[in-house]
């Protein structure tokens, strides 16, 4: 029986496409406009054909190529484009020109007319007069024939099994005479104990100074590392299986810190934040905050905040980000740490992603079925490859996205010893 088939629009690495994956989808094309996310998810998502190219730029008949589907109904568009121009006074809110993505994801629902779609944002649309730009996008599913689900929710990612407080927007619609999907309810709850309590201190192995991966032996896992790890089965996961090496830690390149700094991260009791970096201390026993991409070089290059281990004086490595994500650890990210804590803190957590993809599957009355094939990833040089030499694979400008200047980037971690080297 052939599996339902979705569409992952502005897929970055691919945290929604993988979580609806697991809800039983099968993501036949993905689009993203940054060349290293694209290298990435070709690397995780050998089978899934990726256009390399601003969704601006995408048209649905192209999707369609790509993937290979034909004219065959396509079950459920997915994304999450970036919104900024939210309060336009005396102007549409949707015509902004810092809201074309957004735009463009109408476009390219409507030209594909899927029975589904699911809208993914920042909560602060449900907020005040953001609340103006949420219903002009409402309206404008609708005279394009679809129904909205109009008690639209802020989900908690912590709700479904995530150990992290990420919140967001989920608006689903469903196709003129189909019914709508509900939300999912509230299930299980996971720590950062949970999470990172079997994974061996990377600065224990230094290899990892100079490369994000090494042979390593873990802990006893929690039943949430067991199943991210591949030793354990999650009767809810109707993802493909991977090949893969789970002797290996990977996404684990370590960062350098001062003397003092550590000395500083020792001394922050677990739950508060470091005076100088701002950084918070996890906690075993409590959740993650929420985990961001940081900012590119247009923007001043910072690296994202980077939480302090709960028992190791450091930030917590990509790995430990992907872990406290949901991330299963066949997924790998770029091998520099800034791509992959970008990676990670612009995706979807893959567990909301397939809480929500499980009601898209109930709407459609299919049930889920675990696929028998083994996929095989990708070339790990697709993880170390630079932004030219992506772009050049792709096809697309090298100046697609802005770049990072390692000359005048900045991060988190540069201001903190900057500031320390004056106390």
Known sequence: MARPIGIDLFAGAGGLGLGFEQAGFDIVAAADIDPIHCATHQFN??????????VADVTGDELRRASGIGRRDIDVVVGGPPCQGFSMI???ALDDSRNLLVHHFVRVVLELMPKHFVFENVKGLTLGKHRQFLQELIEAFQNGGYNIAADYKVLNAADYGVPQDRRRLILMG??????????????????????????????SFPDLWKQDWTKADYGKPSPYAAYLRGIADDPNDFAYRRQFDPSLLTSSLLTHHTALSRQRFAATAPNDVESISRFKKLALDGICNTLRAGTASDRGAFTSPRPIHPVIPRVITVREAARLHSYPDWFRFHATKWHGFRQIGNSVPPLLARAVGGQIMKTLRKQPEKPPKTLALGNPRLLEISMTDAAAMFGVPNKAIARRSRQTGRSAHAFQEKHEAAA
């Open 174 to 203: 469903s196709r003129r005479g189909l019914a709508l999907p509900t939300y999912p309810e509230p299930f299980g709850y996971a720590t950062v104990g949970d999470a990172i309590g079997d994974i061996p201190d990377a600065e």
């Open 90 to 92: 005396g102007k549409r």
């Open 45 to 54: 998502f050998p089978d899934c054909a990726i256009v390399c190219k601003s």
